[in-house]
């Protein structure tokens, strides 16, 4: 309390000495080396968590190496727990904020290059009450990079009553020459049990009442940051049940640990409907899907170490409850059940429906969880499943539509005939995803139907086919093509009649994307001995190619008279092969 004025719980008890830092011995030992031995650095670093003690620790090395009992502090090997002595006149103006060597400044706010350029020359002045004059610049990463170069030659070179001590909550902003420049220490997430212990302590000191189980998840949440901590108490106690577990679910937004591990009780034993009847009993939409969805996880893990009997910290006050529901599971389970949760966290992030998808989660945990039944049964069940299926031999093969010799189609000589001819067979990439009857269509118009309305049908896609009408999907660019084939309905109408019935009616859409598939057209071997066809490729025909593009492949130009064919042979020997036409030049 300041002048009667009640402050909050983290102003109150912000430390003041070194003996008062929590969770942090390691940047108090380096600080207070530094003091004792007197090596002090041009500028310190201070890298941290949020609520971790950088500015804090700052402002006590500000006020330690202006105290007036630093000299009595290097010759005697006392503890820290008294110093800075905090009633010298330096310390005094230090708690009330006025000293007048101590400048804090906040980077946020002061990031331009002016701003630096004030301070390097308010550095010229020596010290007024103290040995040194220091400056506290927090969250120096918010600094613009020609700030930062401005400060550079000061950082490197100042002068020796100067000290700058720079907190910032993400050092990789700070570029490497400040760095490079400065002594850094790095502040950890303050562990659990020093939290607990320093909640503990401050409860005692403003009576409120307190479950210790409340204070441990209090800590929890805080994340190592004991700012946020003393913030939660703040709020949870002004509630009509004090600092106790039920109050702190209401603050923090969800359910205590006892209803969560009593659901995955009943999700151990793959009962769903009751799992969904728990969670509604629990008011599951209303409660934080995230804190859920984290202490799901740290359930899981939980459970793990349970199995081989170590304590885990996450669920202090509940373990006994938590050894017993690791019984109900296996540790392949359990390992399954963290791997569903890590591979679905992604999409948890991304969704609106976060309570939804832990509902999934959950049920298919406890799908996971039911019973497999022994090896007899399961064995029956494959028998059972395996007589159900037709056989190789028994299912029956659909027959290839084959091509009679037409006007895309060549015969071929007897001479040149095999017992195994190619069959040109039309496949459609909707075949087996939307309707097999389109192929089919497709396959008996290509036998006989006009080749160039055949390519046009081709581009479609069969979007569904029922109740007499058969809808299909063009690309937008065969839009050109719609009224040639609504003109040619009676060549197409009859091999549609035969496929899908008589009366059908087909509803052609071209708004589909231009890049539609084509359908491949293959080989088959071993077609009817009558049909007398050959692969449209080795013919030298295009599939669905005007009549005007098909050539005789048999066609040749007796070239072998080199004195009248000389460019002729020069080709040749260049291009082996066949010259079917010469085109005389006019020009």
């Not at 670093?45 to 290097?74: D, P, V, Y």
Request: aromatic fraction near 8%.
């Amino acid at each position: 309390m300041e002048d009667g004025i009640k402050l909050n719980l983290a102003r109150e008890w912000r430390p003041r000495s070194f003996g008062e830092v929590v969770g942090q011995p390691l940047a108090v030992q380096l600080l207070a080396n530094s003091l004792r031995q007197g090596l002090i650095f041009p500028a310190y670093l201070l890298a941290g968590l949020r609520g971790s003690g950088k500015t804090s620790m700052g402002r006590i090395f500000a006020g330690a190496i202006n105290c007036q009992g630093l000299e009595s502090f290097r010759s005697s090997r006392e503890g820290l727990g008294s110093f800075p002595c905090l009633s010298c006149a330096s310390c005094l103006a230090m708690k009330r904020g006025d000293h007048p060597d101590f400048i804090e400044i906040d980077a946020a706010s002061h990031t331009g290059v002016d701003n630096v350029r004030q301070i390097i020359e308010e550095a010229a002045f020596l010290p007024v009450l103290g040995q040194r004059k220091v400056y506290l610049i927090d969250e120096v990463h918010m600094l613009s990079k020609a700030a930062f170069n401005a400060f550079l030659k000061i950082l490197e070179e100042p002068p020796k009553t100067v000290l700058f001590l720079l907190a910032t909550t993400d050092p990789h902003k700070v570029i490497e020459t400040v760095r490079s420049r400065s002594f850094q220490i790095f502040f950890d997430p303050i562990p659990l049990r020093f939290i607990v212990e320093h909640l503990v302590r401050v409860c005692s000191a403003e009576q409120i009442v307190y479950e210790e189980a409340a204070l441990w998840l209090i800590a929890r949440e805080s994340e190592g940051s004991l700012r946020d901590a003393l913030n939660m108490v703040e709020r949870a106690r002004l509630t009509t049940d004090g600092l106790t577990v039920r109050s702190m679910t209401q603050v923090l937004g969800f359910f205590e640990d006892v209803e969560l591990i009593e659901l995955v009780k009943i999700v151990a034993r793959a009962d769903t409907a009751r799992m969904l009847a728990k969670m509604r009993e629990m008011r599951f939409g209303e409660r934080s899907a995230m804190a859920i969805w984290e202490r799901l996880l740290d359930l899981v893990r939980a459970l793990i170490w349970a199995l081989h009997d170590l304590p885990c910290e996450a669920f202090v006050g509940s373990e006994d409850a938590v050894r017993s529901l690791s019984k109900e599971f296996t540790l392949g389970q359990l390992l399954e059940f963290l791997d569903l949760l890590y591979r679905t966290e992604t999409q948890f992030l991304r969704t609106t429906a976060q309570h939804i998808l832990i509902e999934r989660v959950l049920c298919t945990m406890a799908q996971r969880c039911a019973p497999r039944g022994n090896a007899e049964e399961v064995v029956a069940s494959l028998n059972q499943r395996s007589r159900s299926v037709p056989s190789v031999a028994q299912r029956p093969v659909p027959e290839m539509a084959q091509v009679p010799q037409s006007s895309s189609v060549l015969p071929v000589a007897p001479s040149e005939r095999s017992s195994k001819r190619p069959e040109v067979v039309v496949e459609s990439p909707i075949a087996g995803k939307k309707d097999s009857g389109w192929v089919e269509f497709l396959n008996g118009f290509a036998s006989q139907g006009d080749p160039m309305l055949c390519s046009i049908l081709r581009q479609g896609v069969c979007v569904s086919s029922h109740e007499g009408v058969v809808n299909v999907c063009f690309p937008k660019k065969f839009a050109f093509y719609q009224e040639l084939l609504v003109s040619n309905r009676d060549a197409w109408q009859p091999y549609l009649e035969r496929v899908f019935g008589e009366g059908v009616t087909l509803v052609s859409d071209f708004s589909g994307a231009d890049g539609a598939q084509e359908p491949r057209i293959r080989q088959q071997e071993n077609p009817s001995p009558s049909s007398g066809v050959v692969n449209l490729r080795e013919s030298g025909v295009r599939a669905g190619a005007p009549k005007s593009e098909a050539r005789d492949v048999r066609r040749s130009v007796d070239v072998s008279d080199g004195t009248q064919w000389k460019r002729a042979q020069e080709l040749l020997g260049l291009f082996p092969g066949t010259i079917s036409e010469i085109k005389e030049n006019h020009e």
